[in-house]
C-alpha cells in the first residue's frame, strides 16, 4: 500500500522528469497525443478522459451551482453610444454636424436627423464569457452522454445540460451574444474584475484550455492529483516513473536523447519509445510493447494461437535495445510491479522468467537478461558481481542510484 508520500514522491518524479523529456515530442505529436500514450489509452479514449475530468471538476461544479446564479441575479452592463439616422421625429441628442452632411446627401430633407443615444447593454466581456463556458458544457455533457458512463455522473451531466440550458437562455433574453470561440485576449481584462464569479468564470476557463484544449504540464499534474492519469492509476504511474528514471539514468551517464516517438496504429493506444546515442552505439526503450523482432521470436504464440487469447495483453512493461558500435545488439526485458510484499515479487520473479522463457531466441545474449523493478521489501544478499542470476531485482530508491549494466 503506497503511503502519500510514496505517492507523491512518484507524483513529482514524472512531474519533473517527464515534461522535459516529453518535450522532444512536441515537433511531431500534439501534448495529448503524448499524454494518452503514457496513459496507455487511445487518442479517442484520452479526449473523452479530458473533456469527462473538465466536467466533474469541483470547478464546474462551484461554477454551475454557486457562480452562475449569482452572475445572473446581478449581470453587469456596460453603456454604448448609439449613433441613429431616421426621418421624423428625433430621439435622443442631435447630432447637428452629421446631421446638416447627410440631409446634403439626401435632398436637403428637413425631417432627417442624425441622433446619438446612451444605451445600455448586458452584452460585456463578461457575459459572453459565461454565456461561452455554459455552452461548451452543454455541449460537452450532450457527447459524453451519449457513451457509457456511471449512472451518478450521467445525472451530474444531465443536470448540467438541463441547467445549463436554461442559463444560456436568460442570458440570450437579455441580448447576450453567445459565440462559439472566446481567446485569452478576450479574457485579459476579465482577470482585473473585483467580482468572485467573474474570476470564477476566468479560473474555469483557464482549466478548460489547459485540460481540452492545450493538453499540457497542467493537465498532467492535474490528472496525477486526482488519480485519473489511467483507469489503473498507481501501477500505471510507477511503470511510467520506473521509464522516465531509466531515461534518466541515461542521460546522467552521458547518452543524447536523440529521437522520441509514439508507436502504434491510430485506433489502439500508441507507446512511447526513446532512442538515445552515445560514442556510436543506441539504447532503444520501448514502453508497454517490445521490438518486432522479439514479437515474432515469440516461443509461446503458438499456444495463444490455438485459442481465443490475445497475447498483446501479456507483454512487459518496458524492454531495453542495445545496439554496440560494433553492431552486437543486446536485448533486456523491464518488469516493473508496485509492490513491496515478498510473495507477489517472487510471484513477479517467475512472470519474468516466464518472459525470458518466451522471448529466448532474442533476448540477451548479455547478463542480466531482465530487470524486475519493486517499490521494496527486498535486499539483496549476494554481493554485486558473484552472481550469475539472469534477473537483477531493484527496488524504487535502488533504481535511482543504479548504475546501466552496459
Not at 546522467?252 to 529521437?259: A, K, P, S, T, V
Request: charged share 25%.
Amino acid at each position: 500500500m503506497w503511503t502519500n508520500e510514496d505517492l507523491e514522491l512518484v507524483q513529482d518524479g514524472i512531474s519533473r522528469l517527464g515534461w522535459l523529456v516529453l518535450k522532444r515530442f512536441s515537433a511531431t505529436y500534439r501534448p495529448s497525443d503524448i499524454l494518452a500514450a503514457f496513459s496507455c489509452l487511445s487518442r479517442k479514449e484520452f479526449e473523452t478522459l479530458r473533456r469527462l475530468n473538465f466536467l466533474v471538476s469541483e470547478e464546474t461544479s462551484d461554477f454551475m451551482s454557486v457562480h452562475v446564479p449569482r452572475f445572473l441575479h446581478v449581470v453587469p452592463s456596460t453603456t454604448q453610444h448609439m449613433i441613429e439616422d431616421r426621418a421624423g421625429p428625433p430621439r435622443g441628442k442631435i447630432d447637428w454636424m452629421r446631421t446638416y452632411v447627410r440631409r446634403a446627401q439626401a435632398g436637403t430633407d428637413p425631417t432627417r436627423f442624425i441622433t446619438r443615444s446612451i444605451d445600455r447593454t448586458a452584452d460585456t466581456a463578461a457575459a459572453r464569457l459565461v454565456a461561452f463556458l455554459l455552452t461548451i458544457i452543454v455541449s460537452t455533457a450532450e457527447r459524453l452522454d451519449k457513451g457509457p458512463l456511471p449512472e451518478t455522473v450521467r445525472s451530474q451531466l444531465n443536470d448540467y445540460k438541463d441547467g445549463g440550458k436554461r442559463h444560456l437562455s436568460t442570458l440570450r433574453s437579455r441580448g447576450v451574444r453567445l459565440g462559439n470561440r472566446f481567446t485569452p485576449r478576450d479574457v485579459a481584462p476579465l482577470r482585473k474584475s473585483r467580482r468572485p464569479d467573474v474570476l470564477a468564470a476566468v479560473r474555469l476557463y483557464d482549466l478548460y484550455v489547459n485540460v481540452v484544449e492545450l493538453a499540457n504540464e497542467n493537465l498532467l499534474r492535474n490528472l496525477l492529483s486526482r488519480k485519473q492519469h489511467a483507469p489503473e492509476d498507481l501501477d500505471d504511474l510507477f511503470e511510467v516513473w520506473t521509464l522516465l528514471t531509466l531515461v534518466e539514468l541515461h542521460l546522467r551517464e552521458g547518452w543524447q536523447l536523440d529521437e522520441a516517438l509514439l508507436i502504434g496504429g491510430d485506433s489502439s493506444p500508441k507507446k512511447p519509445k526513446f532512442s538515445l546515442g552515445k560514442s556510436g552505439a543506441t539504447v532503444e526503450l520501448f514502453y508497454q510493447t517490445v521490438p518486432k523482432e522479439m514479437g515474432k521470436s515469440s516461443v509461446y504464440k503458438s499456444v495463444f494461437a490455438e485459442y481465443d487469447l490475445d497475447a498483446s495483453m501479456r507483454r512487459p512493461d518496458a524492454t531495453i535495445r542495445i545496439t554496440t558500435a560494433t553492431g552486437e545488439i543486446q536485448r533486456i526485458i523491464v518488469e516493473v510491479k508496485r509492490t513491496r510484499d515478498q510473495r507477489y515479487i517472487l510471484d513477479s520473479v517467475y512472470k519474468t522468467l516466464g518472459y525470458l522463457s518466451d522471448f529466448k531466441l532474442t533476448v540477451g545474449p548479455n547478463l542480466p537478461l531482465a530487470v524486475l523493478v519493486v517499490w521494496d521489501g527486498i535486499n539483496r544478499v549476494a554481493e554485486p558481481g558473484t552472481t550469475s542470476s539472469p534477473i537483477i531485482i531493484v527496488n524504487a530508491a535502488e533504481l535511482t542510484r543504479m548504475s546501466l549494466p552496459y
